[in-house]
């Protein structure tokens, strides 16, 4: 067997046993192909697959372990949103439709999942943040997350586009505020004295200017909820000072 065959089998074996492993499932990998790097995966229902595609470039720089991580990873994700659908289809059964909204519809740094519910004509967005989706192991997590914030009765009240965080919902007017707060801090750093800093109060994002393209660093929610905005715009700019000098060497 040639080194990329091997390779890939060892890939396509650690695949197998993470699937029975993580997702109590028969760990049946199906349609691989060692020649074009694709490893397709049921996702339950016998007609449905999950393919990924490993670029060459990165089963040569990464190891097996590194790529069959990254395809369960995904293969968690995708696990996680087909169970969200069902379980919201179950919560609102009356609903016109329920789907995931596309990524780009929203950014995906801010928020990892967006659920579109369509009622009479109506629309209602759901968005869950990636700190959220991503600090929660499986849907069963999630979902137990949602009924401890009485997520149905939420989104039935909602006329506008909600979000849940770790800590719960959030009010999204205190943290665009606290953000702009921060901003202000940013700017009043003598070592940004005639440098730019504009800012997307949308999706948390500073640009500080001095270089093309603009230094961007994205405030992460919690970060803002913690309060010592003086210390978090401190801790933005030292970044920037680092990222600065590391161009300069």
Known sequence: MAPTN???????????????????????????????????IE???????????????????????????GVLHGYGDAQKETDLLRYAK????????????????????????VLELKFSGARVLCRFTRELWDHTANFAALQAHMERYRWRDTVNRATTPV???????IDEASDEAAFEKVVEFVRE??????????????NFRLHISGQKPPWQFRVPVDRLRQGNLPALALYIVDRWAEWRERLRR
């Open 43 to 69: 996702m339950g229902h016998g007609t449905e697959f999950l393919t990924f595609t490993i670029a060459a470039k990165d089963f040569e720089q990464r190891s097996a372990r590194d790529i069959a991580e």
């Open 189 to 202: 750093d003598p070592r940004l004295h005639e440098i730019d800093v504009t800012f997307e109060p949308g």
């Open 163 to 169: 979000t849940l965080g770790e800590t719960g919902w």
């Open 6 to 40: 091997e390779k890939f089998g060892d890939v396509l074996r650690l695949v197998q046993n993470g699937i029975y492993e993580r997702f109590q499932r028969d760990p049946l990998v199906v349609n691989f192909d060692p020649r074009q790097l694709k490893i397709s």
């Open 90 to 113: 179950h919560e609102f059964p009356t609903a016109d439709s329920v789907s995931l909204a596309p990524e780009g519809a929203y950014d995906p740094e801010v928020f990892r999942v």
